[in-house]
């Protein structure tokens, strides 16, 4: 199956990938790897990618798209893939649609895990992360058993910089104006199914499965 994971920051598309990847026997595309794989291997598109990031620009997206392509070309994902964090706007849903087209391969599938703001947030700003281990902890929804100290290693616990408040906040605010857009892309497309993205972890993984399943 060819198939998109949708949702905010915090919204466990990452965590569902990971597991529905080895479930499949399918690769998780991550455009972020894409990137980072390709300038350490110093490949062409690597290079204009690494021009960019060097400058402080946004790598754009006819290289994202690139590296999708010759992604997708490898073995082990001809059976299917599943991208996450792309497209993220509609101008690359758009692109990425034109690629697949020209391959004869579109999308079957896009799979938005729909988490409401508030829990969002409860997410990402009470997560800590233990100094010793990195063993991630909540405040909120999976506190450690002695405040600031890891279960596993007594550890102290710290919160990421960018895990406060204004900058959470924004990272969602982006998300609303720029990737929102593209569940009503996808539902024109009839590719659209929504899930919600709370409660227990495997239920959600069984819930996706069915709709990769359906397939």
Do not use: W
């Not at 598309?13 to 690769?27: D, E, F, H, R």
């Not at 291997?41 to 690494?50: N, R």
């Amino acid at each position: 199956m060819r198939t998109v994971l949708l949702g905010a920051p915090g919204s466990g598309k990452g965590t569902q990938g990971v597991v529905l990847a080895k479930k499949y026997k399918i690769p998780q595309i991550s455009t972020g790897d894409l990137l980072r794989a390709a300038v350490s291997a110093g490949s062409e598109l690597g290079k204009k990618a690494k021009s960019a990031m060097d400058a402080g620009a946004l790598v754009s997206d006819d290289i994202v798209i690139g590296l999708i392509g010759e992604r997708i070309s490898q073995d082990d994902a001809q059976q299917g893939y599943i991208l996450d964090g792309f497209p993220r706007n509609i101008p690359q849903a758009k692109a990425l649609d034109l690629m697949l087209s020209e391959l004869k391969q579109p999308l079957q599938s896009v799979v938005l895990l729909d988490v409401p703001f508030e829990e969002l947030m409860q997410r990402l700003t009470g997560r800590r992360t233990c100094v010793e281990c990195g063993a991630i902890y909540n405040v909120h929804l999976s506190p450690p058993k002695v405040e600031g100290h890891c279960d596993d290693c007594n550890g102290d616990l710290f919160q990421r910089a960018d895990d406060n408040e204004d900058t959470i906040g924004n990272r969602l605010n982006v998300y609303q104006e720029q990737t929102s857009p593209l569940v009503n892309y996808y539902q024109q497309q009839k590719k659209l199914h929504s899930l919600p993205g709370r409660g227990d972890v495997d239920n959600i993984t069984s819930m996706v499965g069915a709709i990769f399943d359906s397939i």
